[in-house]
């Protein structure tokens, strides 16, 4: 149903219906009715002839939604407003269990649509297929989706039972279904969600092509047990009960198996429950089974280990995802053993689970999106005692979120609970439609109010909050954990900061590990602004008398908890042994936050890192070291003493190679005027870490590090204010596949930074300027992967080489930056944001032809595109025809010291625009009038005198773009 179209003339109507039965599903498309008579429809749990079911119409001459059961054509609800012909709308319909949903998308620019529009109860049908209609006109349906299972795999074949789409991926009942994969060194994850009290379902490993035989690593809800089968035999080879909770029907597990040569570990919820030998080495096929009833599977991935953490830039032992986008963390705490880390991902809490720091088992996501919004960044505590009342006089965790409502002004964002009974695996959310923070401004406002972290004020005897408002943080107090009260606030004024204050933390320290002596931590994030080369990581230290905070720092004092460019968000954990501190950071830069060249994952975080408050000259100050668990990866140790080094001197690390390494370095300056190391090295890339003496700074410098024109604000060098004890400088570095970490003066400098060199750079060398530098002791520890099962890294994808770009436009010249390159689509871009390409020639009037595409081989690439003319030389001034996939429209702008005004557009053209597709564009420009034809037709005709002459300009925006056959032809 993909794409869609349905023209129908007068009174007739015409539907396309899906083969495949659903139960609970949801169905959504982008509408466009071309008529004003015209009637579309999504229809739910229909069957064969759309005479049973439930539909919903968009009826633009009845100004409303209509929800309705098909057979006895009866009303159950409807939803007034106004429809427009030549207008594109996203239109959903959910069916779970006996509730319909309607949801309702106006607005692509600032989306709309999140809560349901009609919400109604009907036990009539609970089975059927899908369907679009269209009456009494022509109507277009473009971007049809139904829920389905999530997952990498292709090929997938019933090969028994029933298998259906579901919301909550696939259902299946008594039967299995296999995909093709034909490696045998494999791991395999699914969330799998017993259906029923008796129903079992497994993961299928090492299938014939037809299904038979191999392994199945199942859960039996009725029995509470983790088994791996043998499905030749029959023979159970192992089996355990759940290794962190009952399994039991209507749970949700993460189950991952891993198949190396003939072992096999079964991994639920983080925890390994089984590990066997086996005899089976190869197959041809993977597989989800199910038994006695019905279970449910999602997010199911499989790949071969050779596949697995491998690819060019993927962290070797920095947390990253398998695929999603990975942000700031949340919730980090301690609890019964485990390290919890949850994160952001798409509004969303992700959740990985440790017993060491270091090694992380992923678990399904913790917190969805909800009725009430997203939930966005917060944290999470122990509740030991049950001091919420929550756990039935047992312990259990409380996280604490920003609920942002996308359709609400500003999101309305509020701070609400949710909580756990069984150690993270599953959450309820507590409160109701009342936040546990209401949003200052009130329950309609957009104020500023973001992302609360919790801690225990012990000296106090209460629980304590503090939560970001912009440019202040508010302090809350309970007594309860349900309850909360503000007692003050710090920031405004003078205190505030280039760039939004975000996700703060706040937590005693003692100075010099005197716990008579402790001061009070307030950390922070800045939003990206130039004066701090974007976002930034910043800290106050002072006191806090149980309801207010007071600075040791006088206003518009800035302290760096990090000086890199990228470390972002950095949350503590809550309730470590010992009394310790550890926190972790985002490594990324709001500058360009899900730009990284990375592919199906994005984003990872930093190492653990101790933190501690030392007294200083300067004051007290906060210092952090790599926690000493990351020793455990240390493998082979290169070590070079008591040598002295000059500018002349041959590379002390000539012949060390590697992408994964920390390094330990005592270095007496003597003569020299810098010293340093230089990473991942080879013919033309490198990364500078090191020390100026003459600035008294710790540097890293990726100015050649590699690839870097996918944003424009990422080349450069970053510094950190240092000094020596003695002459001597001690600096430690962790460097992995993407990243630097740098550390100086036993942690009181940081920096922190992504780099992206290609695989085969592994050198290293160290040098010194300036003069004669002495060696003291340098080691470079070679640093195991936590995630990869092999010692191997992809190669980078080739880039496309060979075709031609036709066309008169002459040189381009690309600004600010961006990736311009000819291949056979023509001339392509790819950029994250505005990236222009500006023909030397200038015209007055012209006709401008081209064939555009967005989008790019990867399905999941996105973009847009625009045509510029009369142009100033940098393109900030230029009549602008933009073509965006996810705004639905094409927009004519007169765009003026590079913004683009949307509201004072001079036309505007509802558009079903395609990424993948290639479309014609003729702008034909004579005097003050401007037409705009697509695919042959005239779209736009308007007349203005903004520009009367300049450049004509090719231009991508947020992804990816490709030009052919572009040709300006002056009248």
Request: net charge negative; glycine share 10%.
């Amino acid at each position: 149903m993909q794409g869609a179209q349905h023209l129908v003339e007068g009174g007739l109507a015409a539907r396309a219906i899906t083969t495949t039965k659903a139960y609970d599903t949801a169905l959504q498309a982008d509408l466009l009715l071309h008529d004003a008579s015209a009637i579309a429809s999504l229809l739910v749990r229909t069957d064969t002839t759309a005479t049973h079911g439930y539909g919903v119409q968009v009826d633009a001459d009845q100004g409303r939604l209509r929800l309705y059961r098909i057979d006895g054509n009866v009303t159950l609800g409807t939803y007034a407003t106004t429809i427009k012909a030549d207008t594109v709308y996203r239109l959903r319909v959910e069916a779970e269990h006996d509730e319909l949903r309607v949801h309702w998308q106006t607005n692509f620019l600032s989306p709309d649509g999140y809560s349901p529009v009609i919400t109604v109860q009907d036990s009539t049908h609970t089975k059927g297929r899908l369907a679009v209609t269209a009456s009494a006109g022509a109507v277009s349906f473009e971007n049809i989706a139904a829920a389905d299972l999530a997952t990498g795999l292709q090929g997938w074949t019933a090969r028994s039972g029933t298998w259906t789409p579901d919301l909550r991926g696939i259902r299946g009942e008594n039967g299995l279904r296999t995909a093709p994969f034909t490696d045998g060194d494999l791991v395999a994850r699914a969330d799998i969600t017993s259906g029923g009290p008796s129903s079992s379902a497994g993961l299928v490993l090492r299938a014939s092509a037809n299904g038979s035989g191999g392994y199945e690593a199942r859960l039996e809800a009725g029995r509470n047990v983790v088994v791996l089968l043998d499905r030749s035999s029959g023979a159970r080879l192992a089996s355990a009960a759940g290794p962190v909770r009952h399994i039991a029907s209507g749970g949700t597990y993460r189950v991952e198996a891993r198949a190396t040569g003939r072992t096999i570990e079964v991994y639920v919820d983080g925890v390994r429950a089984l590990k066997t030998r086996v005899s089976r080495t190869k197959g041809a096929a993977f597989g989800t089974a199910a038994a006695h009833g019905a279970s449910y599977f999602q997010n199911v991935e499989v790949h071969s280990t050779a596949d697995y953490f491998t690819e060019p830039y993927r962290p070797t032992y920095h947390y990253s995802q398998l695929t999603g986008s990975t942000s700031d963390p949340n919730g980090l705490v301690y609890y019964d053993g485990e390290y919890h880390l949850f994160h952001q991902d798409e509004g969303r809490w992700a959740h990985a689970v440790s017993t060491d720091l270091v090694h992380w088992q992923a678990l399904p996501i913790a917190l969805p999106w909800n009725e009430y919004g997203n939930c966005w960044s917060g944290s999470a505590v122990v509740d030991a005692d049950d001091t919420s009342g929550l756990f039935d006089g047992g312990s259990g965790l409380i996280a604490y979120y920003t609920s942002y409502h996308p359709d609400k002004p500003g999101g309305n964002a509020s701070v609400r609970i949710a909580y756990s009974r069984d150690k993270g695996c599953s959450w309820q959310w507590h409160g109701g439609s009342t936040p546990a923070v209401q949003n200052p401004g009130g329950p309609d406002a957009g104020w500023t109010f973001r992302d609360p972290k919790v801690i225990r004020d012990e000296a106090h005897d209460q629980w304590l909050m503090v939560v970001s408002g912009g440019d202040h943080i508010r302090f809350f107090t309970s007594t309860d954990l349900l309850t909360w009260t503000q007692v003050s606030s710090f920031g405004y004024g003078d205190w505030a900061t280039p760039g939004v204050w975000e996700c703060p933390d706040f937590f005693p320290l003692p100075v010099d590990g005197d716990k008579d002596k402790v001061k009070w931590v307030l950390t922070l994030s800045t939003g990206a602004v130039r004066a701090t080369n974007g976002s930034a990581a910043q800290y106050f230290t002072g006191e806090w008398n149980g309801t207010g905070f007071t600075p040791d720092q006088k206003a518009g004092t800035v302290l760096r908890a990090d000086s890199g460019r990228d470390y972002y968000a950095a949350m503590s954990f809550y309730g470590l042994p010992d009394d310790r501190r550890v926190w972790l950071g985002w490594m990324s830069n709001w500058d360009y936050p899900f730009s990284a060249p990375t592919g199906a994952w994005n984003g990872q975080l930093s190492t653990p890192r101790e933190l501690t408050l030392t007294d200083t000259a300067d004051g007290v100050r906060l210092a952090q070291r790599p926690v000493p668990e990351l020793v455990t990866l240390r493998t082979s140790t290169t070590t070079r003493e008591d040598l002295a080094v000059d500018p002349d001197s041959a590379n002390p690390l000539a012949g060390v190679r590697d992408i994964a390494y920390e390094i330990e370095a005592e270095i007496t300056l003597g003569t020299a005027t810098e010293i340093g190391f230089r990473l991942r090295t080879d013919d033309d890339q490198h990364t500078a870490v090191g020390y100026d003496a003459e600035a008294q700074e710790l540097f890293v410098d990726r100015s050649a590090s590699g690839l870097s024109d996918f944003t424009q604000y990422f080349a450069g060098r970053t510094t950190a204010p240092m000094k020596t004890t003695g002459g001597r400088v001690t600096l430690r570095v962790f460097v992995d596949s993407s990243s630097v970490e740098a550390f100086g003066a036993d942690g009181q400098a940081a920096v922190t930074s992504l780099i992206f060199p290609g695989p085969d750079a592994e050198g290293m060398a160290f040098y010194a300027k300036g003069g004669t530098a002495h060696v003291e002791s340098l080691k470079v520890h070679r640093l195991d992967s936590t995630f990869r099962l092999v010692d191997r890294v992809k190669p980078l994808v080739a880039a496309p080489t060979g075709g031609e770009f036709r066309s008169d436009l002459g040189k381009l010249t690309i600004t600010p930056a961006g990736r311009w390159s000819t291949d056979s689509a023509g001339r392509t871009a790819s950029f994250d944001k505005d990236s222009n390409a500006i023909s030397a020639r200038t015209a007055t009037d012209l006709d401008l032809t081209t064939l555009v595409r967005l989008g790019g081989p990867d399905p999941d690439t996105g973009g847009a595109l625009s045509l510029l003319w009369r142009a100033s030389s940098d393109g900030n001034d230029a009549y602008c025809l933009n073509i965006d996939p996810d705004l639905r429209v094409i927009r004519l702008v007169a765009k003026a010291n590079g913004f683009f005004d949307d509201g004072a557009a001079l036309a505007r053209v509802p558009a079903l625009v395609r990424r993948g597709t290639t479309y014609p564009v003729r702008i034909f420009a004579e005097g003050d009038r401007i037409q705009v034809f697509l695919n042959g037709t005239r779209i736009i005709d308007v007349t203005d005198t903004t520009y009367s002459d300049g450049h004509v300009a090719l231009n991508v925006f947020g992804g990816r773009a490709a030009y052919q056959d572009t040709y300006a032809q002056e009248l």
